[in-house]
T-cell receptor, first 110, second 110 residues
């Protein structure tokens, strides 16, 4: 398996609180992605990064921010969590070709 | 909005038969095309990638690409019950974003 670690794996949080999910890679890949997966919607891109401090929005970026201060870490922050952000979040890495996925984080906002 | 379209299924195929999965994409600048398999509760895993027009075979799997028609397909020969999963088509677009379709659920009938 590609060296990708997501943390935490499970989290329950309250509406209105900030939440940060972490993705850590040991593959030195340039590209990193955050997706959310919901029934009926497939994998939707939230944000992605094409280098340290270089990020761009995906199709469902509202309410989310990201940071990448080191090649190996890509953080996803929910600025003020809402129930609609209850989902499974996947991090992926790529080096111009196929993407490899982390194990996912199941986030529940109550 | 760049899109990747798949039939959501479920697609039911008898064991031993050929399963045919289809995908269309909207960004003509796309260069790389992928098929992922995802079991329930697990991360997506790459099973095939294709970059050039034509067919690419790997064991029981064949990926087909037609850039003029913006069409990608996956054939699974001699389908097995273990092939029952959701199959995700993905496209690396002209800005190196990897965009996924919603996935097709495949059910192999014993």
């Amino acid at each position: 398996d590609a060296g990708i670690t997501q943390s935490p794996r499970h989290k329950v949080t309250e509406t209105g609180t900030p939440v940060t999910l972490r993705c850590h890679q040991t593959e030195n890949h340039r590209y990193m992605y955050w997706y959310r997966q919901d029934p009926g919607h497939g994998l939707r891109l939230i944000h992605y990064s094409y280098g340290v401090k270089d990020t761009d929005k995906g199709e469902v970026s509202d309410g989310y921010s990201v940071s990448r201060s080191k090649t190996e870490d890509f953080l996803l922050t929910l600025e003020s969590a809402t129930s609609s952000q209850t989902s499974v979040y996947f991090c992926a890495i790529s080096e111009h070709t196929e993407a490899f996925f982390g194990q996912g984080t199941r986030l529940t906002v109550v | 909005q760049k899109e990747v379209e798949q039939n959501s299924g479920p697609l039911s195929v008898p064991e031993g038969a050929i399963a045919s999965l289809n995908c269309t994409y909207s960004d003509r600048g796309s260069q790389s095309f992928f098929w992922y398999r995802q079991y329930s509760g697990k991360s997506p895993e790459l099973i095939m990638f294709i970059y050039s027009n034509g067919d690419k075979e790997d064991g029981r799997f064949t990926a087909q690409l037609n850039k003029a028609s913006q069409y990608v397909s996956l054939l699974i020969r001699d389908s097995q019950p273990s092939d029952s999963a959701t199959y995700l088509c993905a496209v690396n677009d002209s800005r190196d974003k990897i965009i996924f379709g919603k996935g097709t659920r495949l059910h192999i009938l014993p």
